[in-house]
């Protein structure tokens, strides 16, 4: 770690979240360069860290942005994204959110349901235009990931089987206000190996012939994201073999390739700085209290998510610890025995590879403020967002006070 964590803490406070941007730019860039020669998109997935300075950043590198709620359009768009670049998935959009994706003009809806798909048709004939759309596909291939993340199975609730999509596309192609344009799958997140990915780009590859031979012509084949990163010792994907294996895939088809990486870019550029409040020793553990919490930080608590944490600047002979915040609940953790030295007040813990579902995932729970955003270009540090104070957390009640 070159970063100076303590100036950075007495500055902006703690807990506090510090981004990396040269790495954002590194991360993007290798993606992009291993699919030179091809025509392709990649779409970040706004969703793992939706910082307007992320996204900016992003963009002016010529990302475009995956979408799932109008919210995140707005904020790609804000941020400079060009808005071809821009496509809108989710599997419950509400019909202001379509109406107004289709009034922007982005590159397309990726449709998740026959239901859907007729909401869309209809709000595009109000307003009397064509939509341009994708479909969901949902290969029925297991990601051997997380279960919470993982989405290419039947019983999961994102995309339509092949045949509903086949039917799907066909209704679209004959209607008079739905233009389908591209074909979408998203098998989970944290992938590590490539294999699933091949079946799956095979399997919607496939499809894709078969639409082409009833003159249905996918344009832009989106393989989703989800590359895995290593948050402790994992073996995952290197950029190239990714990349490789999706343009195997689709040699014979004359598509532009998109992808929609969100934690690949963003989850190691990020680390989570927090305090040390006290050490408190029960009969059979050892507990490091600190002044973050799962409001700020929830992986650990919601997928058994693991994290690297560090003590900052501090040597010693190090115990087993578990590093908990002051939120009650005992999901409240960020690591259990976890090998630390001595602790002191104010001593400052660092927890890795926070950058991807870390701040975009925090809450006000146990009405705790949300921490304040810091990114290091070149060295050099700049406040992204400041710090929540009670009376942001509290207006919009205050004026209904009963
Ligand atoms: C969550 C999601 C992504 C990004 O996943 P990562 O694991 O962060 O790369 C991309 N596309 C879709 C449709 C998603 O739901």
């Known amino acids: 770690m070159s970063m100076n964590f303590k100036e950075l803490a007495d500055k902006y406070g703690t807990p506090l979240y510090v981004y990396d941007f040269n790495h954002l730019s590194d991360r993007y860039n290798s993606l992009k360069k291993a699919f030179e020669g091809q025509k392709s998109i990649i779409s970040y997935a706004v969703k793992s860290?939706?910082?307007?300075?992320?996204i900016n950043h992003l963009a002016s590198l010529g990302a475009g942005a995956d979408c799932v709620s109008?919210?995140?359009?707005?904020?790609?768009?804000?941020?400079?994204?060009?808005?071809y670049k821009i496509i809108f998935s989710g599997v419950g959009k509400r019909d202001d959110e379509i109406r107004e994706a289709l009034e922007l003009g982005i590159l397309f809806i990726n449709l998740e349901s026959e239901a859907e798909m007729k909401r869309v048709?209809?709000?595009?004939?109000?307003?009397?235009?064509m939509a341009r759309i994708s479909v969901r596909v949902n290969p029925n291939i297991d990601?051997?990931?997380?279960?919470y993340i993982s989405t290419g199975l039947h019983e999961s609730k994102f995309g339509v089987e092949i045949d509903m999509a086949k039917r799907m596309y066909i209704y679209a192609k004959n209607s008079k206000n739905l233009n389908p344009i591209g074909i979408?799958?998203?098998i989970g997140s944290q992938l590590t190996k490539l294999e699933p990915i091949r079946e799956a780009c095979d399997i919607v590859a496939s499809l894709v012939k078969s639409l082409s031979a009833i003159?249905?012509?996918?344009?832009f084949f989106d393989i989703g994201g989800g590359i895995g990163v290593r948050y402790d010792d994992e073996i995952t994907i290197t950029p190239q073999e990714y990349a490789d294996t999706i343009i195997e895939s689709t040699k014979?088809?004359?598509?532009?390739?998109?992808?929609?990486?969100?934690?690949?870019?963003?989850?190691?550029?990020?680390?989570?700085?927090?305090?040390v409040l006290y050490e408190k020793q029960n009969p059979t553990t050892?507990?490091?209290?600190?002044?973050?919490a799962m409001n700020d930080l929830i992986r650990p608590s919601l997928y058994s998510a693991y994290h690297k944490i560090e003590a900052y600047d501090k040597e010693g002979e190090t115990s087993k610890a578990n590093i908990v915040g002051p939120v009650c609940e005992s999901g409240d953790f960020f690591g259990k025995a976890v090998e630390l030295p001595k602790l002191d007040h104010n001593d400052l813990l660092i927890i890795h590879s926070t950058g991807a579902y870390g701040f975009t995932m925090a809450s006000n729970y146990n009405t705790r403020n949300r921490s304040a955003e810091v990114a290091i270009i070149d060295g050099k540090d700049r406040l992204i967002r400041e710090r929540e104070s009670f009376e942001t957390q509290i207006a919009l009640e205050e004026k209904y006070l009963i």
């Open 121 to 129: 048709e209809l709000i595009a004939m109000e307003l009397d235009i």
């Open 252 to 275: 014979k088809l004359d598509v532009t390739l998109m992808c929609e990486p969100g934690r690949f870019i963003t989850a190691n550029s990020g680390y989570f700085v927090t305090k």
């Open 286 to 292: 050892r507990f490091v209290i600190v002044d973050g």
């Open 143 to 147: 990601a051997k990931t997380h279960p």
């Open 70 to 83: 109008i919210g995140e359009v707005r904020r790609a768009l804000k941020s400079g994204v060009d808005k």
């Open 184 to 186: 979408h799958f998203h």
């Open 49 to 54: 860290n939706s910082n307007l300075s992320v």
């Open 215 to 219: 003159k249905i012509d996918i344009k």
